[in-house]
T-cell receptor, first 113, second 115 residues
Framework: KNQVEQSPQSLIILEGKNCTLQ??????????LRWYKQDTGRGPVSLTI?????NTKSNGRYTATLDADTKQSSLHITASQLSDSASYIC????????????FGKGTKLSVKP | DAGITQSPRHKVTETGTPVTLRCHQT?????MYWYRQDPGHGLRLIHY???????DKGEVSDGYSVSRSKTEDFLLTLESATSSQTSVYFC??????????????FGPGTRLTVL
């Protein structure tokens, strides 16, 4: 069973529209939850990192929310741009030894003109 | 890509041959990681290093070995490549490795095809 589930798998939106990507995790306890953006052919780049005590964190047009009670996180993208076309990966980090990251499979977002 | 280079960027090899991938960083970060990324899977940790000559296994370490003789270089070796090791390999670095608010920075990746 996947411990970090992302939905939808893929999404197509028009430029300028908003969208929300979802992440549910089943593992606990956790240290922090991260969102990464991965452009095609490149490595992931961090967008946000939130601890369990943080409900929301923004990075420009990207806003991540976290509900530690329901174990859900979302990434909201405002006024999408063509350059937002990428995969967005949710990553859970547990307490304990370093290297303990669990990556979701990602949501592939395509922004069309 | 945060001062991280990987070489080669692309490689095609045959089953049974040895392959070494190199990760080089200019950030002087203590921790280095090797991941593989496959369709239908999230990134999975192969091995990581917490200092020169200090390494440990990750989730999918079978068939792989690593070495770190200098802070800046982390090598991943496939002793005898198999088709199941066809993947995109990413190196990552972090300043610290504990369950704290520290970030991992990823390299550009190496696409390996084993025929």
């Amino acid at each position: 069973k996947n411990q970090v589930e992302q939905s939808p798998q893929s999404l197509i939106i028009l430029e300028g529209k908003n969208c929300t990507l979802q992440c549910n995790y089943t593992v606990s306890p956790f240290s922090n939850l991260r969102w990464y953006k991965q452009d095609t052919g490149r490595g992931p780049v961090s967008l946000t990192i939130m601890t369990f005590s943080e409900n929301t964190k923004s990075n420009g047009r990207y806003t991540a929310t976290l509900d530690a009670d329901t174990k859900q996180s979302s990434l909201h993208i405002t006024a999408s741009q063509l350059s937002d076309s990428a995969s967005y990966i949710c990553v859970w980090r547990g307490g304990g030894s370093q290297g303990n990251l669990i990556f979701g499979k990602g949501t592939k977002l395509s922004v069309k003109p | 890509d945060a001062g991280i280079t990987q070489s080669p960027r692309h490689k095609v090899t045959e089953t049974g041959t040895p392959v070494t991938l190199r990760c080089h960083q200019t950030e002087n970060h203590r921790y280095m990681y090797w991941y593989r990324q496959d369709p239908g899977h999230g990134l999975r940790l192969i091995h990581y290093s917490y200092g020169v000559k200090d390494t440990d296994k990750g989730e999918v370490s079978d068939g792989y070995s690593v070495s770190r003789s200098k802070t800046e270089d982390f090598l991943l070796t496939l002793e005898s490549a198999t088709s199941s090791q066809t993947s995109v390999y990413f190196c990552a670095i972090s300043e610290r490795g504990g369950p704290s608010y520290n970030e991992q920075f990823f390299g550009p990746g190496t696409r390996l095809t084993v025929l």
